[in-house]
């Protein structure tokens, strides 16, 4: 099990409505490794980094995340899989520690992981606050703690230094690299190259939806 | 791994409970909204009070269905926002437990405004109850069951859509017939007096209902929140 791919896409293409938002993509990536994803804007990251985290699936073609099919696999891959999206997944509505608390409880981790990693990420200060309240470095450090609340074997970042600050933008780079060092599968969507190939071994290029260049 | 459907049905009720607590946005507009309806209807249909007094089971059932619009409509607005939908499927969670614990949230509101509804009613259309009380509150509860289920089904559908506070009422009402017919038929069987001893008949009718209803939305929400 442990010698089998990260993920593997075998000749995998999506489609919304008329567009081909990815177009035959084969990659596969070895369990432990770090993937650095980069394109345009709409050249298919986002859509990639869904699939990989059982959000969407392929119109067409097999992929296979830790060993599993992702359809089939689903309910147990997404124990294992992690997504820092461009959305935070909280409500707004909820402060800080209930929407972790609610994450903590549905995940069956223990309840004295919370108040430990608002700290982590900077929020102590702030947890009884609604989200609704925060601002957008604010909630992509709940989202981080989130990640971190689920340790999961294959971490997926979509754009994750945007509307952070320079701590932050730190913080990120440590909580990518702790990952990293406890053997999850790191895969990164970023415009800022210089930072994502500082933190990544491997680098697979998109511009519509095909892979332009894949770097071992 | 997963909690399971019973607690994940559990968490995902507390949390729409919880965000209803601390905003209080959702239950003070659909108080005003149900109170404002059973007004109207007074205005509309003048001061004819036998006229108000014999009907007045059905205003309070049209004045829940409106207000049960804007509360399943509101029930997913809170899950679009950052996603928190995709949040709750990737962690992951049954998405029965979802449906279970979203319908039953939508359940617990609707049930309370039309335990706010039914003193109202009474004092604004002069309504001297012949029947039990108790069984007006059964009525209730099965009827508020019965706009729930389907309503979160479709609720979840339009949440999506661009034309979504047209696209729910619109694919809701025409499903709701029958469970509407026969909650306001209770009702004002209850109101009047069961010369005819049809109550009993009323109740089965509503329990059938809802046996489908609530079957369907746990088959089918699935395929409605995955995108396969």
């Known amino acids: 099990m442990s010698n089998t791919p990260a993920f593997e896409l075998d000749d995998v293409s999506k489609r919304y409505g008329p567009r081909w938002a990815l177009a035959r993509l084969s990659f596969s990536l070895p369990r432990g490794a770090s993937l650095l994803l980069t394109g345009h804007n709409g050249s298919g990251k986002s859509t990639l980094l869904r699939m990989l985290a059982t959000a ?128 999850s599968t790191v895969v990164l969507a970023t415009h800022l190259i210089e930072q994502g190939i500082g933190l990544t071994d491997r680098r697979l290029h998109l511009a519509e939806g095909r892979a332009i260049e894949a770097t071992p | 791994m997963s909690v399971g459907i019973f607690k994940g049905t559990w968490l995902v009720l507390k949390k729409d409970l919880l965000i209803e607590w601390r905003t209080r946005a959702r239950l003070n507009a659909l108080v005003f909204f149900a109170f404002a309806t059973l007004l109207l209807f007074t205005f509309a249909l003048g001061p004819d009070m036998e006229v108000l007094t014999k009907n007045a089971g059905g205003y309070l059932w049209l004045a829940l269905l409106f207000a049960s619009v804007l509360c399943l409509g509101e ?84 949440s999506n859509a661009r034309a979504r506070d047209v696209l729910l009422p619109l694919l809701l009402f025409p499903v709701l017939i029958p469970a509407l017919l026969a909650s306001v038929k209770a009702s004002k069987v209850i109101i009047e007096g069961d010369l005819m001893n049809n109550l009993n008949d009323w109740l089965t009718l509503l329990a059938g209902f809802n046996t489908i209803y609530w079957a369907l939305g746990f088959i089918l929400f699935p395929r409605i929140i995955e995108d396969d």
């Open chain 1, 56 to 183: 969407s699936f392929p119109s067409v073609g097999k992929l296979t995340i830790l060993g599993q099919d992702c359809r089939a696999g689903r309910e147990a891959l997404r124990h294992q899989v992690g997504l820092l999206s461009h959305a935070s997944f909280h409500y707004e509505d909820l402060s800080a520690e209930q929407n972790l608390t609610l994450v903590a409880q549905l995940l069956g981790k223990p309840l004295s992981a919370v108040p430990l990693l608002l700290e982590k990420v900077g929020l102590k200060a702030r947890s009884d606050s609604p989200v609704r309240q925060f601002s957008a470095g604010m909630r992509k450090r709940l989202a981080i703690a989130r990640i971190l609340l689920k340790a999961p074997a294959l971490a997926l970042f979509d754009e994750p230094f945007g509307e952070l600050d320079p701590v932050g933008i730190t913080q990120m780079e440590g909580l990518i690299r702790e990952l990293k060092q406890t053997g």
């Open chain 2, 75 to 158: 029930s997913f607005r809170v899950e679009s926002e950052n996603q928190a939908l995709d949040g709750l499927r990737l962690l992951p969670t049954e998405p029965r437990a979802i449906f279970l614990g979203k319908a039953l949230g939508n359940t617990i509101l609707l049930f309370s405004l039309g335990l706010l509804l039914i003193p109202i009613t009474i004092a604004v259309y002069d309504v001297k109850m012949v029947g039990s009380l108790w069984h007006l509150i059964l009525v209730l509860l099965l009827g508020c069951l019965a706009i729930s289920a389907p309503g979160t089904v479709y609720a979840a559908i339009a």
